[in-house]
């Protein structure tokens, strides 16, 4: 996992940490593969609990992943059985990954099928990677988690997978105490200052050159209108078209990308938006969605994949790929006072649907 979280990082991390918060009866190993002697933090917080501890080799990520995948060695299972001399019941995998395994129980957790759906959103090096991955063979040895409906259907309709194979878990809303004074940023920007928020990886699947495009058009209908737009989150692959973009805007004075933040720090500019726009072409679930919801900041987000699922009708759905759908969508809210208080009143409602509590029991149900 990435230093900088982001969702199937924040979903392992407050899985198992809820997993080992509620179950005391089972013995849970981490299976930890780094070249380093270091643990990451996240490590360090979860082996705080009694009944787990840390299964560490120190093979570099490269090779281990070439043994995994060409000679299938070596056997996962059994080389924590090695070191533990304990046997192993269940395999948890928090993501798709090179896995050899022998005959142990393997329960795999897909959160989106984005690579086989929108490939040129990838760049060749990922999709080198999920190539070698081969998930239909993956999917084949293993039960699966999915983190929604739509997941459920992709696996379905892209992997063929019986629907009595794929169990239907949905994550819970990822709280943080917000326990850090005012933020400071060194770019200039001030929290106080009104404006719209994307945050998330950026990337070209999130969409946000048509985010740019529509504020472009709001600036210029709406010139005494001194809203900014800040882009939150950290650069990923195919980033290059997303900043040709900011560059060649005339209104790139107000445009403000202010990379990734720590979630305290987050968290503190997401409640103070105006608005937040999270226009994806697809998403296999979207924490932001749920984060949003949570603080009670209007939301628009896109019609397709699992976004109207997650948000249910405490958000403005649009057609990604239509910019005169954004551009309306941005106007009705900051706009429409009543809207505005509607969309506000419905979201905390629908964010209390997602509970890790209740994510755990169906799980701990499940093994």
Known sequence: ????????????????????????????????????????????ELVKFPNTSIVHTKIPNKIFNFLQKVFSFPKVDKLIFRKTKKKIDLILMPNINFLALGNTRLLVVIHDLSFLIFKEFFDWRRRLWHFFIDIKKLVKKSELIAVSKNTKRDI????????DKINLIYPGLNKYEDNSPNIELSNGFKIDERFILFFGNLEPRKNIESIITAFEIFCEKFPQENYKLVLLGAKSWKFQSILRKYKNSV????????????????NQILKKASLV?????????????????HYGIPLICSSIS????????????????????????????????DLRDSLIAKEKKEAEKFSWDKAVDEFLKLI
Not at 277 to 293: D, N, V
Request: aromatic share 20%; charged share 20%.
């Open 306 to 337: 699992s976004m109207g699922e997650v948000s249910n009708t405490a958000s403005i759905l649009i057609d990604p790929f239509n910019i005169s759908d954004l551009l309306i969508a941005i106007e009705n809210i900051l706009f429409d006072n």
């Open 156 to 163: 379905i309709n892209y992997l063929e997978v019986s629907p």
């Open 277 to 293: 726009i999270f226009p994806s072409f697809y998403e296999g679930f979207g924490f932001p969605i749920l984060e949003a919801m």
């Open 1 to 44: 996992m990435s230093p900088n979280y982001s969702g199937v990082s924040f979903y392992t991390f407050f899985l198992i940490k809820n997993i080992l918060k509620k179950d005391n009866e089972n013995n849970y190993f981490l299976f930890f593969n780094s070249f380093s002697k270091k643990y990451p933090d996240y490590i360090k």
């Open 251 to 266: 209104y790139k004075d107000r445009i403000i990308f202010l990379g990734y933040l720590k979630e305290d720090e987050k």
